[in-house]
């Protein structure tokens, strides 16, 4: 997916400046301008915080496509991908709108961040380790945890992931609402 033209048609669509939403946001119009024009790759972490003053999830970004509310069952290549940059966030539907649950088949490469900023949003999120070590940072609370350790937090609380180990993280977990 090309985030620089999807992140311009979604602020044009809503009649944004970049200006604007500079201010809404915090980050630098040149920034803005910058991933926009594809000569800079946001992190997860700063493209949550540009997509909060659009207002839009990460999940209907990256959403390609509506899902019936009927299907019931996805094979594994209709998992939407919506990670980038060393973190592989897969989706169960593509679309959730009218859906009360974000389910994420997570991956870490060593090393890889949500960001140096930590980030925010609606509702609460939980997860399991199932390979792995991640350091997961709420508020002012860090901890590291590996397999078969699990989280559960507001998802208002600002929060952030980093893989701290020498292999890949593997991670189920789930928001609700589906606001990440």
């Given at each position: 997916m090309d985030i620089g033209k999807r992140l311009k048609e979604i602020r044009l669509a809503r009649k944004l400046s970049q200006r604007e939403l500079a201010k809404r946001t915090g980050v630098a119009n040149a920034?803005?301008?910058?991933?926009?024009?594809?000569?800079?790759?946001?992190?997860?972490?700063?493209?949550?915080?540009?997509?909060?003053?659009?207002?839009?999830?990460?999940?209907?970004?990256?959403?390609?496509?509506?899902?019936?509310?009927?299907?019931?069952?996805?094979?594994?290549?209709?998992?939407?991908?919506?990670?980038?940059?060393?973190?592989?966030f897969r989706q169960v539907g593509?679309?959730?709108?009218?859906?009360?649950?974000?389910?994420?088949?997570?991956?870490?490469?060593?090393?890889?961040?949500?960001?140096?900023?930590?980030?925010s949003h609606e509702g609460e999120e939980c997860g399991i380790v199932l390979k792995g070590k991640i350091q997961i940072e709420v508020g002012d609370q860090k901890k590291i945890l590996g397999p078969g350790d699990a989280y559960y937090f507001a998802s208002s609380m600002p929060h952030r992931f980093k893989n701290v180990g020498s292999e890949e993280c593997e991670i189920v977990s789930a928001c609700t609402p589906p606001t990440f």
């Open positions: 920034s803005i301008s910058q991933i926009e024009s594809n000569h800079l790759n946001p992190t997860v972490g700063a493209l949550k915080r540009i997509l909060d003053g659009i207002p839009i999830s990460l999940s209907d970004f990256f959403s390609e496509g509506d899902i019936e509310d009927k299907q019931i069952f996805f094979a594994v290549e209709e998992l939407a991908e919506i990670g980038e940059r060393g973190i592989s593509a679309n959730l709108n009218n859906r009360a649950i974000q389910f994420l088949h997570e991956k870490y490469k060593p090393g890889a961040t949500t960001g140096k900023t930590a980030i």
